[in-house]
Every structure is written in structure tokens, then in C-alpha cells.
């Protein structure tokens, strides 16, 4: 950051005035550590921040190759970058005490989920394994990055719920559009999961499809018991 004169140095300002006193794009450029030739490191950070109309979970949705395809921004500060949106991801997560409490409600799934996948820019679909008494003795990722409509391996997570001796199971996948309402494709692979777990007497306890703000149950609007 040698090419920002001392008033406008992130790391000095951090020091003498603590981080809360930093803009997003000041702490990003403390990541970065350095900038270009003709661009500094503090012009860099605002420009990766345009690109994502200025939010921070839409930084965080990220991946490495998509950070690398800003100008000046290799994969040393892509991975820099990438690495601080998982720390902050694993502090939200770290504050979670879902798993330690019986799940009675979608909006307990949604908190417990909403760490994982807030802010992602693909679709993600997730399977929690409950016991007897609803709570959570195993968690799965099941697909990454599909398109509108989420698909799982039905046999895969009927398996994963025997081996574990789940009683029951519970389906999460985000919308990263914004909107929760689930599409025809769900409702029907949602059904025939709930018919593929029954023939093992084990319960498919809801369906939840998450969004940054909101979300949609299929148990609480009984979606897929026709």
C-alpha cells in the first residue's frame, strides 16, 4: 500500500482507529495487500466491490475463478479473498446452536441452515439427518451449482438415512434468484422422496427452500401431500 499516502493507508487507520472505523472496500484492500501498475490497491477493492453492486453477499458467493476474472486479482488475492468470506461464513455458523436443539419448526432449519448457503450464486442442495427426539446427527451436502430446478439422488439419500439410522430426513436448497416459491420439478422430486423415504418408515419431516430474507416450507404448506 505504498502507493496511497498515509491518511489514506487502510492498515494505519485500522491501527490507530480500529477496523469499525473502515469502509468495505478499505478492509478488502487490507486483504489484497497491494495493487497494480497505474491502479492502487484501495481503487482495486472499490472496482471488485461495483462489480458486485457494492454487496457483501454477493462477494461472498464468489468462487476463486470468478475473483480472478477482475483485473489485477491472481489467484494469491483471490484465495486471500476467498479464505476471509469462509472465516466469516464458519464465525455465522459458529454462533449456530440448531444442532444442539430438537428441530420443531422450519424457521429453526432455515437458521440452522442460512449460514451455508446465504449469498451463494448457485443452487445448493443439503440433507439433515434427524434421530427419534428431531435432532440433527448428521448433515450432507448433496449437489452444487445445478440450475433452476433442484435434482438429488433419491437412492443416495435413502441410504446415507438408513446407514445413519436417521428417523427422519430433511430436504434444504436455496434460491439464489430471491424468490422461495418452489418449481413444479421440486414439488415432484419432493414427493417422490417423501413416498421412497416411507417405504423404509422414515419420515420426511419438511422441505425447505431458502432465500437471503425468506424462505417456504413444503410441510407447512403440505405442498407435496397432494
Request: aromatic content about 6%; glycine content about 8%.
Amino acid at each position: 500500500m505504498k502507493d496511497l499516502s498515509q491518511g489514506e493507508r487502510p492498515r494505519e487507520k485500522l491501527l490507530e482507529r480500529g477496523a469499525v472505523s473502515l469502509s468495505d472496500g478499505e478492509l478488502l484492500a487490507i486483504l489484497m495487500r497491494s495493487g497494480r501498475q497505474g491502479e492502487s490497491v484501495l481503487a482495486m477493492a472499490q472496482n471488485l466491490l461495483r462489480r458486485v453492486d457494492g454487496s457483501l453477499l454477493r462477494l461472498f458467493g464468489l468462487s476463486v475463478e470468478e475473483l480472478m476474472k477482475q483485473p489485477g486479482i491472481g489467484a494469491d488475492k483471490a484465495c486471500t479473498i476467498h479464505a476471509a468470506c469462509e472465516l466469516g461464513r464458519r464465525f455465522m455458523l459458529a454462533g449456530k446452536s440448531g444442532e444442539k436443539k430438537p428441530v420443531i419448526s422450519s424457521r429453526m432449519i432455515y437458521d440452522l441452515m442460512l449460514p451455508h448457503l446465504k449469498g451463494a450464486g448457485h443452487e445448493e442442495s443439503w440433507a439433515l439427518f434427524l434421530n427419534a427426539a428431531r435432532y440433527v446427527i448428521g448433515k450432507e451436502k448433496l449437489t452444487s451449482g445445478s440450475g433452476d430446478a433442484t435434482t438429488f439422488d433419491v437412492r443416495r439419500i435413502v441410504k446415507r438415512a438408513i446407514d445413519r439410522g436417521a428417523y427422519a430426513v430433511v430436504l434444504v436448497h436455496n434460491h439464489p434468484s430471491g424468490n422461495p416459491k418452489p418449481s413444479r420439478a421440486d414439488i415432484d422430486n419432493t414427493r417422490f422422496l417423501h413416498d421412497a423415504c416411507a417405504q423404509f418408515d422414515i419420515i420426511l419431516l419438511d422441505h425447505v427452500v431458502l432465500c437471503d430474507d425468506c424462505f417456504y416450507s413444503f410441510e407447512e404448506n403440505r405442498t407435496y401431500r397432494g
